[in-house]
C-alpha cells in the first residue's frame, strides 16, 4: 500500500473520530506544553544571569586587598590596604592575557546642583581604563585621561539616574556639581545599563579619578587602593591572566614561597558557570517533571489505538481478504499513533509559547527592575515534533502490531 494512500486513510480515521481523538491528544499537548514552557522560561534565567554578568564587564577578574590579622581574630577581605595604583598599571603593562585595569576607590557623600541634591548608590574613583573593564560606553561627552588623574582634576562622569535626578530635562555636560563642597565639573554621561541580578540601579552612579577621590575626598596621601577590576582579552585567557596576576603581585609586594599573600583575586566568570549549571539543572528537573505528563498522554494514544483495533476488527479482515498485508496493516496503524502525537506535539509548542511568553510578561510587571528577555527555543521545537513522534511510535507499535496479526477468517466473522 503507498505510503500517502496510508496517510489519506488515517487521516479519514481520525476524522471520523473527532472527539475522541481531540481527547487522545490532550495529553500529548499538556506534556510538550509544560516542556515546551519549562525550558523557554530555563533558558530565559540563562539568558538574563549572563546579561547581568556581562554587565558587570568583559571577563572580569577582581582583586581584594589582604586581610588583618589581631591575634587569633583575622579580618574580611580589604582589611588590610595592600594593593596600589602601581599595581594596577603594572598588571595593565607586564601581564600579557590582560586587556585592560583599573584601580577603585570608594567614596560616599551627597551630590548638590544648585538646590537640589542626591545621594548615589555608587561614588567611585577609578581610573582611564575602567570602562573598557566594565565594557560600558559613553552617551554623551568624554572620559576622564591619564593627564586628569595624574593632577588629581576635579572632574567626573555621571549616570543615568543622577541626570534624571539633578538636571531633569537640561543637558549637564559641563555643568558643575558640589561634593563635600569641592566644584566638580562634568565631562561625560554613561548609557545606561538598568538594575542588576538582585535589582540595584546601576546608572545611580558617579565617576572621578581615583586620585581625586584619594586626596580630595577621602584625604589621603597614600597610593593604596581598595580593589582592582581588571579584564581580560578572552574568557579561555582568564586561568592564564589570574596565573600572571598572582605572579606579578607577589613578586611586587615580595612575598617568598609558602608566605601567605596579602591579596586575593576572585574570577567573576566561574560565579557565572556556577549559576549557569543552577539555573540549567533547575530547567531540566522541571523539564522531567512535565514530561512525566507526556508518558501519561502517550498511554491514553495506546488505550485508544487498542479500541481503536478492536473496533475496526472486521474492516482489518477484509483489507487482508483483498491482499493487504501484516505490514501494511502495522503501517496504518503506526501511521494513525504518530499523527495524532504530532497534532498533539504542534500544538502543545504553541501553547507552551504562548505559556512562557505570558509567565515572562508576568514577571517583567512583578519585577520592574529587572528585565527577563523572553526566549523562543527553536531546538524545544525540533525536540517537541521529536519527542511527540517517539511517544506516538513507541505507545502506538503495540496496537499496530496486534492489529497485524489477526487472522483474516476471524477479523471477517468478528462482529
Partial sequence: MHLLVTIRIALRALRKNKMRAGLTILGVVIGIAAVTAMVSIGQSASKLVQGQFESLGT????????????????????????????????????????????????????????????????????????????????????????????????????????????????????????????????????????????????????????????????????????????????????????????????????IGPGEPSDFEVKNTTEIANVLAIITGTMTLLLSSIAGISLVVGGVGIMNIMLVSVTERTREIGIRMAVGARGGDILRQFLIESVMLAMIGGLLGFALGVGASTAITAVINTLMKTVEWPTVVSLPAAVLAIVFSSAVGIAFGFYPAWRASKLDPIEALRYE
Fill in 59 to 254: 571577563n572580569v577578574i577582581v582583586i581584594f586587598a589582604g586581610s588583618q590579622r589581631h591575634g587569633p581574630v583575622r579580618h574580611g577581605q580589604g582589611t588590610m590596604p595592600t594593593l596600589t595604583a602601581g599595581d594596577s598599571e603594572a598588571i595593565g603593562r607586564e601581564c600579557s592575557a590582560v586587556l585592560a585595569s583599573s584601580p577603585i576607590v570608594g567614596a560616599g557623600g551627597q551630590v548638590i546642583y544648585g538646590n537640589t541634591n542626591w545621594r548615589p548608590r555608587e561614588m567611585v574613583g577609578v581610573g582611564a581604563d575602567y570602562l573598557t573593564v566594565r565594557n560600558w560606553s559613553l552617551r554623551h561627552g568624554g572620559f576622564f585621561t591619564e593627564r586628569d588623574i595624574a593632577s588629581s582634576a576635579k572632574v567626573c562622569v555621571i549616570g543615568h539616574t543622577l541626570v534624571a535626578k539633578l538636571f531633569q530635562t537640561s543637558n549637564p555636560l559641563g555643568e558643575t556639581i558640589r561634593i563635600s563642597n569641592i566644584p566638580f565639573r562634568i565631562i561625560g554621561i554613561l548609557e545606561p545599563k538598568g538594575a542588576n541580578l538582585v535589582g540595584e540601579d546601576q546608572d545611580n552612579i558617579i565617576m572621578m579619578p581615583h586620585t581625586t577621590v584619594a586626596k580630595r575626598l577621602r584625604r589621603r596621601s597614600f597610593e593604596t587602593v581598595d580593589i582592582i577590576l581588571v579584564s581580560a582579552r578572552s574568557v579561555d585567557q582568564m586561568a592564564e591572566a589570574e596565573e600572571q596576576i598572582r605572579q606579578l603581585l607577589l613578586e611586587r609586594h615580595r
